[in-house]
């Protein structure tokens, strides 16, 4: 009878014995799978940080290109204005301002201040205007061309980091295999507490985590791929719209265009000022993309850590 008990016994000790076991394994196999993912997410969220802020300078360059691009095409208004006025008193050579007196009317006020009434002196001060005008119109449209061309790096740059910092299938595979894990714990956990094979200690530090590690459930991945995408698409357009934009403007600010076609300058120049509107759009776009998929990252990345917390 001695020797049934005692076999009685040793029958009852054997599966608490395992089943102590089994939740520490369990415990072990999520720690294995889960650990780690914070460091992956944590390089994504600097690069999402380091391509927000990239994309803002290339908001801000596109911003500066057109505005740049607005006032040259206010000084060029003003270059012409000169320019039918010097015609028009060029051909009245050196005849007094009284026998052009149609112009009073418009440039009484600048008749003034030259305190000039002599036609040809009044065209000579003229043309130093229009010259002063002339060269600020240029040293715009190469402003406006430099400040397109580092929009548009900025947008290439954007599109690299922006198609690169995704979850790929390698951490997405690992998040899953993280998560049954902790599905199987869970379920271990609960056939310990039932079987009281496992300390008190043990069975809560299984809960906890249980706790913080089943987050991962409901974390998702596809908004940061989704945003990324997103991301790719609005730098990729900025990168086009800038480049055309900086050859466009190049082309309407060159020697050939300024002293050629008067119409094809001013075409060149609306459509430069459209790409640098276009461009700051796109960037801009892409700037608010890369911050959202930020704030998605810093979601998982708080996951992660509240896992890895508890696995230590």
């Known amino acids: ?36 993912i914070s460091n992956e997410l944590n390089h994504m969220k600097q690069m999402a940080g380091i391509n927000t802020a990239i994309t803002g300078v290339g908001t801000v360059a596109g911003g500066v290109a057109l505005g740049t691009g607005i006032a040259k095409a206010k000084t060029d208004k003003q270059v012409d204005k000169y320019q039918d006025l010097i015609d028009a008193l060029t051909a009245a050579g050196a005849k007094q301002v009284t026998s052009i007196e149609m112009f009073y009317d418009t440039f009484a006020d600048a008749l003034a201040e030259t305190g000039t009434k002599n036609g040809t002196e009044f065209a000579r001060q003229l043309k130093n205007k229009q010259s002063q005008l002339e060269q600020k119109s240029k040293n715009l449209g190469n402003w406006r061309t430099g400040t397109m061309a580092a929009a548009t790096a900025t947008n290439i740059a954007g599109v690299v980091i922006a198609s690169e910092n995704k979850v790929k299938g390698d951490l997405k595979t690992q998040v899953d295999t993280c998560i049954a894990a902790v ?37 998702n991945l596809d908004s940061i791929n989704k945003k990324s995408y997103a991301a790719t698409v609005a730098s990729g357009v900025g990168a086009g719209t800038g480049l055309a934009g900086t050859i466009t403007s190049a082309s309407a600010n060159s020697t050939k265009v300024r002293k050629g076609d008067a119409d094809k300058e001013k075409k060149l120049n609306t459509t430069a000022n459209i790409l640098a509107g276009g461009t700051t759009i796109a960037s801009g776009v892409a700037t608010v993309f890369n911050a959202t998929q930020i704030a998605a990252i810093k979601n998982a990345v708080r996951v992660a850590e509240n896992c890895q917390g508890v696995l230590e």
């Open 183 to 219: 599905k199987v714990l869970e379920q271990v956990r609960m056939q310990a507490y039932v079987a009281k094979s496992n300390s008190d200690a043990e069975l809560k530090h299984a809960q906890d985590i249980v706790n913080a590690c089943a987050e991962w459930e409901y974390v």
């Open 1 to 36: 009878m001695r020797a049934v008990s005692l076999l009685l016994c040793v029958g009852m000790l054997v599966p608490s014995v395992a089943m102590g076991a089994d939740l520490a394994m369990a415990m072990d196999n999520v720690r294995a799978a889960c650990a780690g």
